[in-house]
């Protein structure tokens, strides 16, 4: 099938918007932040990648699920520019995917879904104490994105990765083991996937 994007996002026979099952898989940011007053924010993003290795950067987006309404982790941002990628594993799908919850601002997720933090060492908000790898950053650039038809806002932010932490568990040899790291990605829909074959390829040589 073909269509335009302009004239809607699930034409006939699809009942779903298709786009996130075509743009996958994509790697889960379970982003820390933490606001003015010091209340914590938990949250995942499938809409996260990285951007560049070095420097280090990375993107997410904290899209508006309602019209006027920002999310807390976008509010947060706006009061302290730092955040905290949490690296998601499989065995913490259920404690990501709890974080999702549509709490009342202000409430932790941490709090909340019981899990624990840990301090950072350069930024703010705390990291998740589960998980396997962790990224500390600090805001470098939010990008405001059209609005929807709808009036729900857009925000693209890009973040400067300023320390990491690795669980020794999962170096071996001098290099992360994907494996061992077991990093969970979404799908389309709410479909969520883990790592499958996992192969080397090399580049050709000029």
């Known amino acids: 099938m073909y269509f335009e994007t302009a004239a809607g ?22 982003i820390s932040t933490i606001d003015a007053a010091g209340r914590t924010n ?28 920002d999310k807390d982790s976008f509010r947060n941002l706006r009061e302290v520019p730092e955040f905290v990628v949490n690296v998601v594993s499989g065995t913490n799908a259920a404690a990501m995917n709890a974080t999702s919850a549509p709490l009342p601002h202000g409430t932790s997720e941490f709090d909340h879904c019981a899990i624990a933090a ?15 790898a962790a990224l500390e950053c600090r805001v470098f650039q939010i ?42 990605t979404r799908l389309g829909y709410m479909n969520y996937g883990t790592l499958g074959a996992v192969f080397e390829m090399l580049r050709p040589e000029s």
């Open 9 to 30: 996002m699930r034409p006939a026979p699809l009942v779903h918007n298709p786009f996130n099952a075509l743009v996958m898989p994509r790697p889960i940011g379970w």
């Open 118 to 132: 840990l301090p950072s060492r350069l930024v703010r908000p705390p990291r998740v104490a589960a998980a396997l």
């Open 143 to 184: 990008v405001d994105l059209p609005r929807t038809p709808d009036g729900r806002d857009n925000h693209v932010v890009i973040g400067e990765v300023v320390a990491i932490h690795i669980d020794d568990s999962v170096i071996v040899d001098g290099l992360v083991d994907e494996r061992r790291l077991e990093p969970l």
């Open 42 to 69: 938990l949250a995942p993003y499938s809409y996260f990648n990285a951007v560049s290795s070095d420097p280090p950067y990375v993107m997410f987006a904290p899209n508006s699920v309602v019209a006027g309404k």
